[in-house]
């Protein structure tokens, strides 16, 4: 369905997704959420009290921006944002000032809102031009962007145990991106889906466990993003503990404590099931919607690989 009424209400939602993304919600937020069925239910503490959830959710942990997922340099404002920033530029969109990079999933949910409300207004209007340009951009945005890389970032957040908000925030995405594929029914992009690092000599201070460890923290060539949070369930269920670090420092330390506490096959096996977990989810939103499979199905690639690779 594409008439005014449901286009407003998609408009209203993904801006109030994206909000709660951006930061803390706000007295008028926490107001404009409570309102929204979706909602609702998880908004039940006062809005001052999210803020160190929100810090250890998007802070510390699972960082909520598309180039993080879709390069190599698992740094901000790389290519993969300069892309973002582009799309925004050719539709006369000005991200607020108020995060990190450009391609902040937050920014990315206003930026489909303002196209779903441009969308809106047009039908109203009845000025079918307008109402084409903002669909079909919003369809190019979605599969170039939202629909590329934001289950994989909503499992990270569920794998969390975090605050109830958080968690229904990172399912309500999903769902939300889904209904705008079955809406909108994108063409995927038939570039290059991630932007590679150049090839270089390995340093001579560069052993297997690092090239092992890199491949594993950078989410476009694992197939699964491990924050800080994994890492520290994964030394828990190996019975010892290890220090807060970097996502590197944590996973080699991981490694090397697993080693000596002769625990190494252990990790592997917890990592196996950990990737196979996640791919039998991608799966699923795959099983339930065929429009997720071009968008998916790479990352269940990336999970095999890598699997392969962790019990050589």
Request: aromatic share 8%; with cysteine.
């Amino acid at each position: 369905m594409n008439d005014t009424a449901d286009l407003v209400a998609r408009q209203t939602l993904a801006d109030v997704i994206g909000r709660l993304l951006i930061a803390p919600p706000s007295a008028q937020l926490w107001a404009e959420a409570v309102a929204l069925p979706e909602l609702a239910t998880v908004m039940t503490d006062q809005p001052e009290s999210l803020a160190v959830a929100y810090e250890q959710t998007f802070g510390r942990n699972v960082y909520p921006y598309e180039s993080l997922y879709r390069d190599e340099e698992l740094m901000l404002n790389t290519a993969a944002a300069d892309q973002v920033a582009a799309f925004y530029a050719t539709c006369g969109f000005t991200p607020p000032q108020t995060v990190g990079a450009p391609d902040h999933l937050g920014i990315e949910f206003l930026f489909l809102a303002r196209l779903i409300a441009t969308e809106a207004a047009a039908l109203a209007d009845g000025d079918s031009r307008l109402q084409q340009w903002a669909h079909q951009h919003a369809a190019s945005f979605l599969g170039n962007h939202l629909a590329v890389w934001v289950p994989v970032w909503a499992h990270a957040v569920q794998r969390i145990p975090g605050h109830p908000l958080y968690q229904t925030l990172a399912t309500l995405a999903v769902e939300f991106i889904e209904s705008e594929l079955e809406r909108l029914q994108p063409v995927p992009s038939s570039s290059r889906s991630y932007i590679p690092l150049a090839t270089s000599a390995a340093s001579p201070e560069t052993d297997d466990l690092n090239t092992l460890i890199r491949h594993l923290i950078t989410p476009v060539r694992a197939g699964i993003f491990f924050s800080r949070a994994d890492c520290s369930q994964l030394a828990r269920r190996l019975g010892f503990s290890i220090p807060i670090g970097d996502r590197f420092t944590m996973m080699r330390t991981l490694f090397e404590t697993a080693g000596e506490f002769e625990q190494a096959d252990g990790l592997i096996v917890a990592l196996q099931e950990m990737m196979s977990a996640e791919a039998q989810r991608l799966s699923m939103l795959i099983d339930g919607q065929a429009v997720w499979q071009p968008f998916l199905a790479p990352w269940i690639e990336r999970l095999e690989r890598s699997q392969r690779l962790i019990s050589t």
